[in-house]
C-alpha cells in the first residue's frame, strides 16, 4: 500500500446487522462518528507475509506511524465505552529485535487509549522454533516465545453503563477465560485461503467476555471475516474493513454461509439500545 491508495470506503456486503466495507483503515474519513462498543482486530504483523495489497515489509519506523495511525482512527471511532482488543505480537527477532508488542501498548496509550490488561496467547506453534541463534553456546543464543498477545484497552471508563446489559457468557467460560493464558490453536491459512487468519475461538472470547449481546463490533483489518463471523452467531452487530477485495470476497462468502444457517428472528432487539450504525434496519 502506498500514500496514493486512501480511498473511500465501499460497501462491499451487508446483511441485516453485518456490514463490510472495502477501504483503508488508515484512512480518518472512513467513518463520521462514534459507533463501536468493542474492537477485536490483528493488525498486519509486518513480518513479510504476501498479502495481495499492503506490504509487509515496511521499516519498523514506518510500521509505527501505520500502527498510530489506525490505532488514532479507532479512537476516534469509537464510543466513550468502547474496548479495543488488540491482537498483536510479543516481539519480533527477523531483521532486528523489537519489542512490538511493548511499542504497539505505548502508541496507543499515547493516542489516548487506558491500557486494561494483556492476555498472553499461547498457540503451540512450534514451527517458529527453528533459529537457535549460537547452538549450545551462550555467545548469542535466541529466545523464542510461540505467544501473541491480546491487548486490552479501553476509551474512557471501563465500567460498562450502556448497551443491553445481557451477558451471554456461561460460567465455565467466565472463570476460565478471566485467566489470562489462553491456549488454543492458531487457524489453517489453506482451509481459509487467507495468509493471516485467526482462529474464530479468540474473536469468541473477546465477543462473550467483552460485550454486551447487540452491541457493536469493529474490525479494521477484518481479512476473511473471522471477527464478523462470531459477531453474528453471537448475536452482536458487526462492521468490518478490509483493504483487499479478494479477502473481502472471502469474508462475504464466509459470513454469507453463517448468516443462512442463523435465526435472525430469534435475536433480541434491545430497545434502549443506541442506534445502530450503518445498519439498513435502522435507516440512517
Ligand atoms: C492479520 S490479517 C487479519 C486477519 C483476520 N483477523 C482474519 O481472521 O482473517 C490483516 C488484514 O489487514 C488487511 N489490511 C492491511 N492493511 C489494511 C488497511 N490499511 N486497511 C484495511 N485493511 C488492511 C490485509 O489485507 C489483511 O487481510
Known amino acids: 500500500m502506498n500514500d496514493n491508495q486512501i480511498w473511500e470506503r465501499k460497501e462491499y456486503y451487508r446483511h441485516r446487522r453485518v456490514a463490510l466495507f472495502q477501504g483503508n483503515s488508515l484512512n480518518e474519513n472512513l467513518f463520521d462518528k462514534e459507533f463501536i462498543d468493542l474492537i477485536v482486530t ?36 469509537s464510543k466513550p465505552e468502547a474496548r479495543f482488543l488488540l491482537n498483536c505480537p510479543l516481539d519480533k527477532n527477523k531483521g532486528g529485535h523489537k519489542s512490538v508488542g511493548a511499542d504497539i501498548t505505548t502508541i496507543a496509550q499515547q493516542v489516548g487509549w487506558k491500557y486494561h490488561a494483556t492476555i498472553v496467547w499461547n498457540e503451540g506453534n512450534i514451527s517458529r522454533r527453528t533459529a537457535w541463534g549460537s547452538w549450545l553456546s551462550a555467545s548469542a543464543p535466541y529466545v523464542i516465545a510461540p505467544v501473541e ?27 476460565a477465560w478471566t485467566n489470562g493464558v489462553w491456549v488454543f490453536t492458531g487457524e489453517s491459512k489453506k482451509r481459509i485461503g487467507h495468509p493471516a487468519p485467526f482462529p474464530r475461538e ?43 477485495e479478494q479477502y473481502c470476497e472471502i469474508a462475504k462468502k464466509r459470513v454469507v454461509e453463517e448468516v443462512n444457517s442463523f435465526n435472525f428472528e430469534a435475536v433480541t432487539r434491545v430497545k434502549e439500545d443506541p442506534v445502530p450504525y450503518l445498519m439498513e434496519e435502522d435507516k440512517l
Open 42 to 77: 490483528s493488525p498486519p504483523y509486518n513480518v513479510g507475509i504476501d498479502y495481495n495489497s499492503n506490504d509487509d515489509t515496511m521499516n519498523y519506523e514506518q510500521y509505527l506511524e501505520f500502527t498510530r495511525q489506525w490505532i488514532t482512527n479507532c479512537y476516534k471511532w
Open 149 to 175: 498477545l491480546i491487548v486490552i484497552f479501553y476509551k474512557d471508563s471501563w465500567k460498562k453503563t450502556g448497551g443491553s446489559k445481557v451477558s451471554d457468557i456461561s460460567k465455565d467460560e467466565f472463570m
Open 202 to 244: 479468540l474473536p469468541r472470547r473477546c465477543i462473550k467476555l467483552f460485550s454486551y449481546v447487540n452491541d457493536l463490533v469493529f474490525d479494521p483489518f477484518c481479512g476473511s471475516g473471522t471477527t464478523l463471523i462470531e459477531s453474528v452467531v453471537n448475536n452482536r452487530r458487526a462492521i468490518g474493513v478490509e483493504i483487499d
